[in-house]
Every structure is written in C-alpha cells, then in structure tokens.
C-alpha cells in the first residue's frame, strides 16, 4: 500500500518565479492538505481540499494556490515567490478520520 | 484563531520516562493530536484525544483535560530511537467551517544513552 508521495524532493527557484508541487494521496484517502515548515517550527496550514473543492484556507496569501484532479491527487502553486517561501512543503492526505493524517515526505523548496 | 504552547527542548536518558505538555487557546476544540518528526522525516500520526482522560498505545500514552485546555504526551522505556521532534495539534475550527490541523513549534526530545 503505497504511501503518500510528493514530488520533487528538492526545488532550487529564483526570487519572483512561479512553482508547482505535486502529490499523491494514500490509497482510500480523498482529502488532501498542505503545510508549511520553516526550519525549527510546526507545520503551518495552508489548505486542504476536497472533492477538488478549497476547503479551507490558513492565513497565506492568494499567491498560494492549488487544485485536486479527481484522482485525488494535487497540486500546490506558488507565485511570485519570495525568499521567505523558503521552507519543507507537506501534503497531508486523510480519510474518514480526518484528524489522523498521513504526510509525506515533502518537497525543500529554496527560494535564492 | 488558535494558538498551543509546549516546550521547546525536552533531554532524557535511556529506559526513562519523559512527559511533553502542551497548552492551546481555541475557539473551535474538536481533539488534541501528536505527531512525531525525526530530522529530515515526514511528521508521523501517534495519538488522538476528542475526550478527557489518558490514551495508551504502546509505550506512549497521551493525556486531555479539555477544562484546562492541557495535555501531554508520555513516553515510557524510552529508546534512542525516540530522539525526534514532537508536536501536538488542535483538530478544530480556526475559520471558516471546515476542521483543520493547527500545530505548535515542537519539541526537540533527545535521548541519552
């Protein structure tokens, strides 16, 4: 049973760039999120979706954007990007026990 | 919005006991997770409290009371293996109406042979 996959592992961008990251749910699961991490912190919300619908949205700024195709699958845009994007990007995928989320191993992006 | 506090650095030897507490300020509490992060791993699911009272699973328990708005994660006969980061988060409402998972900074637990 195939975990949660995310790809690249590592993204190297210029300031003022655009990016899009992937991911891949575990199986049965068909809610997606995604998260933050800058070095030393918690993970920060930035959305989740469902039934390729935003569900819910943290405190980022609409340069963050995102989708999920009906495979459960998704993806994470950012635009324009800062050096304070800099950081680990999760995808957190659950099932009915929403609580209880699967992460996968997350992409490093670095913003120089 | 939702804000949780725990400490920032927790050192323990091997075959000890070590307890992480956490406090949370919420508007929408539905449960208290933990999750454990090694350096350079993905954040990983321990426990789960919607309710007061003790888990246990293992040789980790975790703890609610929802009147204090506390927990904490226990860990018994502790391991090398269990130096990681550990984080606790509120499953709740921050805004809007859907429920989302708010983590604190975590804390780096080292263990000592």
């Known amino acids: 049973d195939a975990g949660v996959t995310q790809s690249p592992t590592h993204l190297i961008k210029t300031r003022g760039q655009q990016v899009t990251l992937r991911c891949s749910p575990k199986?049965?699961?068909?809610?997606v999120s995604w998260y933050q991490q800058a070095l030393g912190q918690g993970p920060q919300f930035i959305f989740q979706y469902y039934e390729e619908e935003e569900r819910q949205r943290g405190n980022f700024p609409d340069r963050f954007s995102g989708h999920q195709f009906p495979n459960y699958s998704s993806e994470l845009n950012v635009n324009a990007l800062l050096l304070g994007d800099s950081a680990l990007y999760l995808c957190?995928?659950?099932?009915?026990?929403?609580?209880?989320?699967?992460f996968g191993p997350g992409t490093r992006l670095t913003v120089t | 919005g939702q804000s949780l506090e725990q400490p920032s650095e927790v050192t323990a030897v091997e075959g000890a006991i070590v307890q992480i507490n956490c406090t949370y300020q919420?508007?929408?509490?539905?449960?208290l997770s933990w999750y454990q992060q090694h350096d350079g791993g993905a954040p990983t699911f321990l426990s789960y409290?919607?309710?007061?009272g003790l888990e246990e699973t293992g040789r980790f328990s975790s703890f609610l009371s929802r009147s204090d708005s506390y927990g904490y994660l226990l860990l018994q006969e502790l391991q090398m293996k269990d130096s990681a980061s550990y984080f606790c988060a509120v499953w709740g409402l921050s805004s809007g109406s859907a429920r989302q998972l708010t983590f604190g900074s975590g804390t780096q637990l080292t263990v000592l042979p």
């Open positions: 957190a995928s659950s099932g009915l026990a929403a609580y209880e989320q699967y």
């Open positions: 409290n919607a309710l007061d």
């Open positions: 199986s049965g699961h068909d809610t």
């Open positions: 919420t508007s929408g509490f539905y449960g």
